[in-house]
């Protein structure tokens, strides 16, 4: 039912910055959480940054300080802004869409963000 979209990932130098959006289709449900995971080979895939529909954010300690996320509840799309980018955040970057009501995660396709000089 619902469709994520991602754009804005590529290579970028350490110390650089990528700005992701995700834009989400097909879903009434207007209490959800929005958020980003990434996962990079051979590891599990860990949330980096979340957002509720009424505002509330989470992020990983390891982004703290260095990445933002945002909505645009009206466009029912996620952004988030990475700045300082270091190596060890190269993975491939999910959107995720949970709809509280009914219990279900929905994911996008993935974008690879590579942080290398």
């Known amino acids: 039912q619902v469709q994520l979209v991602e754009s804005g990932g590529g290579l970028v130098q350490p110390g650089g910055s990528l700005r992701l959006s995700c834009a989400a289709s097909g879903s009434d449900r207007r209490i959800n959480v929005m958020g980003w995971y990434r996962q990079a080979p051979g590891k599990e895939r860990d949330m980096v940054a979340a957002i509720t529909s009424g505002g509330n954010t989470n992020y990983a300690d390891s982004v703290k300080g260095r990445f933002t996320i945002s909505r645009d509840n009206a466009k029912n799309t996620v952004y988030l802004q990475m700045n300082s980018l270091k190596p060890e955040d190269t993975a491939v970057y999910y959107c995720?869409?949970?709809?509280?009501?009914?219990?279900?995660?929905?994911w996008g396709q993935g974008t690879q963000v590579t942080v290398s000089s």
């Open positions: 995720n869409y949970y709809a509280s009501f009914v219990r279900v995660n929905y």
